[in-house]
């Protein structure tokens, strides 16, 4: 490797994964979907690639009286379901003989203190480091808890008995389900764990895809001087799902809404990825700092008009997706019957800043569309009035860059073309990168990428604190208005299988636009 390659700092993030520490890794509500369809088959997939550093402990803290082997058996069914390489029996059981369950209520200091014991003995087999990464994926309800008990039982701080060693923690969404929440539950982190050490995560960020926007935008000399308000006219993140409430959703999810469950978090971060300056360097907080200026520069929509006017929320009707009738929201299981919840939300943002000032960012979200797919588009400006543009018959499509996040990832290029002939007609042709075409290979899952991020102690992708509280700020001010007596703004409806309601599309025809047809 040559020296260049060596003092660039991005060439460095490309290997930090070498960094990645051995450890043990304790999950807080080890018998949920997340644990089993998300966080095994992740280490599972490292250790396919890998990537897994060797003597890695697996321990499943949760309530219920489970047996080690019983843990592993429902772990083994769900990674052959969902696995994204596979099952290989040989590389399950190494990793599987290395997975263990702890049972423990969460407000049992005692449960803490026998972990702690465990983990010491696990440290003495392992005859190494004694680092650990708490992973909390309970139901949001005991995450004060767990944080108190593990310091009370002296698991969150430095050891003097084992030097550089480490104690992290990862916390799962929902951090907070308004801004007084987020702050209380930081400062139940940051009394536990040092800000350094806590990894708020959001999945969206470990996606590939996610991740190579500012590859995109800062490792190509093209884009980023069309980046700004001069080229672009409007920008669109789109986050689209054909499922509903499937598996008792609807509890949790009605409670939330769309705007909490994934505005607040994926689509924010998103966007602040689209809108962030040139960070000074990689480093976590370099780019976190930039980031965080883009969520505190979103123009505030925080009296009932203005939400009226740049909010649209909406609920699915019983409809048709892919040729499947399906219920209603209201009908959904858990769901209650009169609910004001919104599955389904559009927004039109705008970014207060120099390079932004005028340009809006439209971002949807919601269930039982047509399919599942997210994308993010850029909107180039027209071309001048002249020549191709002369006529009001002739206007070309402006540009558009399709950042495609998910499934089929990749990058496409709208441009204008001339059909080949003797007259002069032009159409938008689509110059397009596929991950699975030109790598030949699936993207590593999100997960796969945060836990190793974790254990490498590189907090790039993870949110920090205030960026959490900033985006919490700005989605509390449209829940008040929501929620502001006599001031209701109406839920607008929408039959599921169809791309949202009616409203969404005039919020954007106000504005002489339309959404993008994905
Ligand atoms: C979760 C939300 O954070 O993200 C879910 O709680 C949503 O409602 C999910 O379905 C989407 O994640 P992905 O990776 O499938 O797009």
Same mark, same amino acid.
């Given at each position: ?253 009605d409670k939330a809404g769309a #705007?909490?469950?994934?505005? +607040? ?5 998103? *966007? ?5 300056? $040139?960070? @000074?360097? &990689? ?47 209201r009908e959904e299981d858990r ?65 558009? #860059?399709?950042?495609?996040? +998910? ?5 496409? *290029? ?5 059909? $080949?002939? @003797?007259? &002069? ?17 699936s993207s590593p899952e999100a ?72």
């Amino acid at each position: 490797m040559g020296e260049t390659e060596v003092s660039n700092p991005f060439r460095e993030d490309l290997v930090s994964r070498n960094l990645a520490e051995t450890c043990s890794v304790v999950i807080f509500g080890a018998t949920g979907d997340l644990t089993h369809r998300k966080l095994i088959p992740a280490l599972y997939n490292l250790a396919v690639d890998g990537e897994l550093p060797a003597g890695v402990k697996i321990l499943g803290f949760a309530r219920r009286d489970w047996t080690d082997e019983g843990f592993r058996e429902g772990l083994e069914k769900l990674n052959r379901e969902v696995s994204r390489t596979g099952h290989d029996e040989e590389i399950w059981e190494s990793l599987a003989a290395n997975v263990q369950f702890h049972q423990s209520e969460f407000q049992d200091e005692e449960g803490y203190r026998r972990l702690a014991e465990r983990l010491d003995e696990i440290d003495r087999e392992r005859g190494g480091k004694g680092n650990r990464l708490f992973y909390i994926a309970s139901a949001p309800a005991f995450f004060d808890d767990i944080l108190l008990n593990l310091k009370k039982a002296g698991l969150s701080q430095e050891r003097p008995d084992c030097e550089g060693c480490w104690s992290r923690v990862i916390v799962e969404k929902p951090f907070g389900t308004t801004l007084a929440t987020a702050q209380h539950l930081n400062e139940v982190v940051n009394g536990t764990f040092q800000e350094k050490d806590t990894y708020r995560i959001d999945h969206y960020l470990g996606k590939e895809t996610a991740q190579n926007i500012m590859v995109l935008r800062f490792a190509n000399a093209i884009f980023e001087p069309m980046w700004n308000k001069e080229h672009i006219d409007h920008v669109q993140i789109t986050c689209a799902e054909h499922l509903g409430m499937e598996g008792g959703r609807g509890g949790y999810y009605d409670k939330a809404g769309a #705007l909490r469950d994934m505005v +607040q978090n994926h689509l924010l971060q998103l *966007l602040s990825l689209v809108a962030m300056e $040139p960070p @000074t360097d &990689l480093t976590a907080d370099g780019v976190r700092d930039e980031k965080v200026k883009v969520i505190r520069s979103l123009r505030q929509w925080d009296t009932p008009e203005l939400v009226a006017e740049n909010v649209v929320r909406g609920q699915y009707l019983k409809g048709n997706v892919n040729g499947e009738e399906v219920p209603g929201y209201r009908e959904e299981d858990r769901v209650d019957p009169d609910s004001e919840t919104e599955s389904y939300v559009a927004l039109r943002c705008m970014i207060d800043t120099w390079r932004w000032s005028g340009v809006p960012f439209y971002v949807r979200m919601g269930k039982r569309l047509p399919k599942k797919a997210t994308e993010i588009s850029i909107h180039f400006k027209e071309t001048p009035s002249v020549l191709f543009n002369a006529t009001p018959g002739g206007v070309p499509a402006g540009n558009v #860059l399709v950042i495609r996040i +998910q499934p089929d990832e990749g990058i496409s *290029l709208m441009m204008n073309s001339k059909l $080949p002939g @003797t007259t &002069l007609r032009m159409e938008p042709v689509k110059m397009d990168f596929r991950y699975a075409s030109s790598f030949g290979k699936s993207s590593p899952e999100a997960y796969e990428r945060l836990l190793l991020d974790a254990m490498a102690g590189d907090a790039t992708l993870f949110a920090r604190r205030d960026e959490v509280e900033e985006a919490w700020r700005f989605i509390d001010k449209i829940h008040h208005a929501w929620a502001e007596e006599g001031k209701g703004i109406p839920i607008a409806e929408f039959p599921a299988g169809s791309w949202g309601p009616r409203e969404a599309e005039e919020m954007l025809a106000r504005d002489g636009r339309t959404w993008r047809r994905l």
